[in-house]
């Protein structure tokens, strides 16, 4: 019997550090408007460990970017864990924690994709289910069409692929 993931791998940083700030931090240490419109910082954070939201005119470090990073990553770890079958896999568990940390936890908890992984986290109609979330604002992204190819290529080949 498999052990129960409840911590991500590399393949999850690497994944968002990727669609997050294309690989690169220092281009994000000032808070800048993603493109749904929130402020955002670093490696994708909108909400500090002191629950504060970022906000226009904020900066960071590097060093201060990876650890908003992992006090997020401890909080969607917890919820994605929270919600999965104990039957999904490391890179299952992976691709999801990455797409909650894009989407928010609510998101993933109220899906179709939540409910098709827990009743059979094999299920290859899953993957159609990650494409459906692509939209910011109702208009269909190019960076979210990919990073959902990204993470259903993860969640059912375990490795890294980012040429969508």
């Keep these: 019997m498999q052990r129960k993931v409840i911590k991500v791998s590399d393949h ?6 990727f669609f997050e700030c ?5 281009r994000f240490l000032k808070a800048y408007k993603c493109p749904a419109g929130v402020w955002t910082i670093g490696i994708g954070t909108t909400f500090y460990p002191d629950g504060s ?10 060093a201060q970017a990876y650890e908003y990073l992992r ?16 039957l999904v896999s ?21 899906s179709t994709l939540l409910k098709k992984v827990n009743h059979d986290p094999q299920d ?7 494409n459906k979330w692509v939209y910011a604002k109702g208009v269909k992204l190019k960076g979210l069409i990919r990073r ?12 890294l692929r980012f040429d969508f």
């Design 90 to 110: 490391q890179q299952q568990f992976d691709s999801l924690v990455s797409f909650a940390y894009n989407l928010g936890c609510g998101a993933l908890k109220g």
């Design 22 to 26: 294309s690989g690169d931090v220092t």
């Design 53 to 62: 939201k970022v906000k226009q005119g904020d900066t960071c470090t590097v």
């Design 12 to 17: 999850c940083i690497r994944l968002i550090e």
């Design 148 to 159: 959902r190819k990204a993470e259903a290529w993860l969640y059912f080949h375990g490795t």
């Design 124 to 130: 290859p109609t899953i993957e159609a289910e990650f």
């Design 71 to 86: 006090h997020e990553l401890t909080m969607t770890e917890a919820s994605v864990d929270s919600f999965t079958t104990d």
